[in-house]
């Protein structure tokens, strides 16, 4: 079945250590998204990227980077930048037709999450 | 910039009751609406989408939404609600049109629904 994996389902981070976050989808998608989820802050986008070789900051972008190497995977590196880096990571894909208003499908299709903590 | 607000962090029913969550939106040109629901420790699960035709969509698990332009609202509704519709819900919204450029998704906070027995 197609999907996106996104592994580990828990990770624990060292304060000053750098940590990846895995996402992968089978789904054939253009585009990839990281966003975070904090208790009554709703999703709140880290990067996203359209197609291969190319990636935009969201709204909260410092203290992450991302790659986009492989169409099938985005990582996340939780970089020690991020002062505040404990949350639910989340990531999705979608298919990417710009602004065409014919596509069937503008929908995210949803990973199970990353709960990062640190220790 | 496109927003959405959801004006309630909770949401209370009684199993059987109707349910209504809200949602209002902002965004240039015409939107694209949906409804995501998360249970604990998952991602989010597609409930149903709105893009053109009639107002009222149809989605999963019997639940329906009511898109109206005038009120830029997208209010999610079930007509019996269950115990295990209890979860966290999250509208959200996407410009579509060459005035939009390419947007993300924007989702709201999100509202917790509690059903009781």
């Known amino acids: 079945d197609g999907g996106i994996t996104q592994s580990p389902k828990y990770l624990f981070r060292k304060e000053g250590q750098n940590v990846t976050l895995s996402c992968e989808q089978n789904?054939?998608?253009?585009?990839m998204y990281w966003y975070r989820q904090d208790p009554g802050q709703g999703l709140r986008l880290i990067y996203y990227?359209?197609?291969?070789?190319?990636?935009q900051k969201g709204d909260i972008a410092e203290g992450y980077s991302v790659s986009r190497e492989k169409k099938e995977s985005f990582p996340l590196t939780v970089t020690s930048a991020q002062k505040n880096p404990t949350a639910f990571y989340l990531c999705?894909?979608?298919?990417?037709?710009?602004?065409?208003?014919?596509?069937?499908?503008?929908?995210?299709?949803f990973g199970s999450g990353t709960r990062l903590t640190v220790v | 910039a496109q927003s959405v607000a959801q004006p309630e962090d909770q949401v209370n029913v009684a199993e059987g009751n109707p349910l209504t969550v809200k949602c209002t939106y902002s965004?240039?040109?015409?939107?694209?609406l949906f409804w995501y629901v998360q249970y604990p420790n998952r991602g989010l699960q597609f409930l149903l989408k709105?893009?053109?035709?009639?107002?009222l969509v149809k989605g999963s698990y019997g639940f329906e939404a009511e898109f109206n332009k005038s009120q830029t609202s997208f209010h999610l509704k079930k007509p019996s609600a269950l115990v295990s519709d209890s979860a966290l819900y999250f509208c959200?919204?996407?410009?579509?049109?060459?005035?939009?450029?390419?947007?993300?998704?924007?989702f709201g906070k999100g509202t917790m629904l509690l059903v009781s027995p």
């Open positions: 999705a894909s979608s298919q990417n037709r710009g602004n065409l208003p014919r596509a069937t499908n503008y929908g995210y299709t």
């Open positions: 789904l054939n998608h253009d585009a």
């Open positions: 990227s359209q197609i291969v070789n190319d990636f």
């Open positions: 965004v240039s040109g015409n939107p694209y």
């Open positions: 709105y893009i053109t035709g009639d107002n």
């Open positions: 959200a919204v996407r410009g579509l049109g060459m005035s939009s450029g390419y947007s993300t998704l924007t």
